[in-house]
């Protein structure tokens, strides 16, 4: 969905034309403008002259760490911009700056895709340009996750957020496709964030490692979740139970889920979901986690939305069970 945004353009090509192409008969007057010629070169040069003089890194260096990447344009491009004195020790190094170059692009290009709602000319516009917004937002999210220095991010949940964080980019180009409206926004929105993510990917080489498990269940599951899985009966665990009769604490899936925003714990809830046919699209919210479903089996607990592309939803907006917005975008 992006294309390059940045060129290198000859030092001729910033100078004024009144003054690279002036020739003038005049001696003094030629010789004048080359002086001025020369001063203006001077100028231009000397905010770069300083630049690699603080960050301590010529070209060639940038250009050979750039090369280890998929994409080295983008990445000698702002890796020469961005680095402001950090030093590269070695590849762990240069991944964080990788991912941290990653991070401000896809914060940039959240800010400049906002602005472009003004632009959009009708519902289908409006309907992909929301979920690029959302999109983005996830996809900064897990960036962060993956960069914060707080977090306990293995190299193997490293590549896990940042696959989920390029994909969220391949479903933003995809809803345009979708709803058949490529022509105007799309080409806004170039910014070469899925390039730098991809790079920094590919400097994250995890090697497969089969998952290892225990008794059955991946490590990642907690003794209580495992627990809760291997009861007879997990509907006996539930914390509410929703039946269209009006035997339960509610009536539909989307009352239960609303309710369990307003909870004060944290821990697992478990959402008991009778037998019946739920018409409804069900948004948990991005915040909320823990969240488990549990019905009366296949073909007894129905859930069934109507959004569909052909109706002007995305697919990504048209799932039957899936997070919701937190933000109001109108």
């Given amino acids: 969905m992006e294309t390059t945004d940045y060129a290198n353009i000859p030092t001729q090509e910033l100078l004024s034309p009144s003054l690279s192409n002036n020739t003038s008969n005049s001696g003094g007057f030629s010789h004048t403008m080359k002086a001025i010629h020369q001063k203006l070169v001077v100028l231009l040069m000397s905010p770069l002259l300083l630049s690699f003089g ?7 260096e940038i250009k050979s760490w750039c090369a280890q990447t998929p994409h080295p344009k983008p990445c000698e491009y702002f890796l020469g911009h961005k680095l402001k004195g ?11 700056i990788a991912l941290q170059l990653a991070l401000n692009r896809a914060e940039n290009a959240h800010s400049a895709t906002y602005s472009y709602g003004h632009k959009c000319r009708d519902e289908k516009e409006k309907a992909a340009w929301t979920d690029c917004l959302e999109l983005y937002k996830y996809t900064i999210s897990r960036l962060n ?4 220095p707080s977090h306990k991010c293995t190299e193997e949940d490293a590549q896990t957020w940042l696959s989920a964080a390029l994909t969220n980019l391949e479903t933003c180009r995809t809803g345009f496709v979708e709803l058949g409206v490529t022509d105007h926004i799309i080409p806004l929105m170039s910014n070469n964030v899925s390039d730098l993510i ?7 080489d995890v090697p497969y490692k089969p998952p290892s498990a225990a008794g059955g269940f991946p490590t990642w599951v907690k003794p209580g979740d495992r627990k809760l899985l291997q009861a007879s009966s997990p509907a006996s665990q539930a914390n509410v139970v929703v039946a269209q009769d009006g035997s ?4 539909t899936i989307s009352e239960a889920v609303s309710a369990a925003s307003k909870r004060s714990s944290s821990g697992r809830y478990v959402i008991y979901i009778k037998a019946g046919t739920y018409k409804e699209n069900v948004q948990v919210g991005s ?7 549990v019905g009366d089996g296949i073909g007894k607990t129905i859930v069934t939305g109507s959004r569909s592309v052909g109706g002007g939803s995305t697919t990504f907006n048209s799932a039957t069970v899936g997070k919701s917005r937190t933000h109001d975008y109108n």
């Fill in 54 to 60: 603080v960050l301590g890194y010529s070209q060639t």
């Fill in 86 to 96: 950090t030093r590269i020790k070695g590849k762990s190094d240069f991944r964080m």
């Fill in 145 to 148: 996750y993956t960069a914060h």
């Fill in 198 to 204: 991809s790079n920094t990917l590919a400097l994250n």
């Fill in 248 to 251: 339960g604490n509610y009536k």
């Fill in 287 to 293: 915040s909320l986690k823990n969240i488990m479903f």
